[in-house]
């Protein structure tokens, strides 16, 4: 699968059948407006080629809705537990996973990977002995986001590592090399007893292994239709690739927010800019920061590959977010619309500071 430079691009559509009806207490009441809204959703989807959505919604640190629209087979509802490649957003888990290992002070965010991993690239290199997790996961490596778009293959160094920002899947792996070099564990390992274990995440890994449920896995589609592909990875990939569902990483997310197996200086680095992207916009550890005013943010990641657009947005003062899943390339056309009615005006900065 080719890995594409991430920029996820909430642009605005206006053929969604926005039409609501007023929630009252009666449940039945209720249940026939969502019914509705659902309709009104899927017609959409539709008319827009749009296969699946896989939809998380947060409210107050409770998972307070799971459902993925379309069909799957066709003619068929796709169900709630149905397996996504979410692409980049795989990042957040592996930055959660070495500031769990920081937190636990078995690993050190300002340590020279070097001291557990220098790719043979750029060994003669001497920036290497640069790189730390915080520069890895503030994407301020220097590194392009993958070798194989350089005319040599190669890794290289395009700028002094911690001087500037720019995206880079090669900086995760990176990691990923040191953390198995000292822990003599694979990631997926790691992630396992750190996170998807103590969260019951059982549908979530970064490979496709026999406990896998092909029937519920979302194949990805072209913006005409035509189906990729299935990759099955058989090795971690710390930046792409990893395979849950919406409600085990929405409880991953409550998790974050919640500040679950990190120190309070880990947590609050986290969430604290390391390098502007643009304005209002920058990079902590692992999560994308959107300034949201009278010192509210928001912690984002988005996802994009053959077949795949992915995004979350949460808000940890209050507590709420949204997760966002689709299988296909254009699939972030679904994104302003439900950003907006589920994180209200907080969704609106969102897409105000990502489109400006």
Known sequence: MNKATVIISLCFFTSYLSAQTERKSDPQTNQTAQMDHDKAFEQWMKENKVPNIGLGVIKNGKLEKVKVYGESPKGTPAPDDMLFNVASVTKPVTAVVALKLVSKEKWNLDEPLANYWTDPD?????????????????????????????????????FDPGTKYQYSGEGLEYLR????????KTLNELAGELIFQPLKMNDTSYIWDEKKDATRFSEGYDKDGKMYKTVKVSTANAADDLMTTVSDYSRFLISVMNGDGLSKKVFEDMKTSQVITKQGKSFGLGFEIYDLGDGNIALSHGGADQGVQTLFVIIPKTKDGVVIFTNVDDGYKSFEKLLTEYLGEYGKKVVEIETK
Request: hydrophobic share 40%.
């Open 177 to 184: 090399r040191a953390l198995e070099k000292k822990f003599g």
């Open 122 to 158: 750029i060994a003669q290199d001497p920036r290497n002995k640069k790189l730390t997790a915080r520069i890895v996961l503030s994407h301020q490596t220097g590194f392009p986001n993958w070798r194989w778009m350089n005319a040599d293959k190669k890794l290289n160094f395009q």
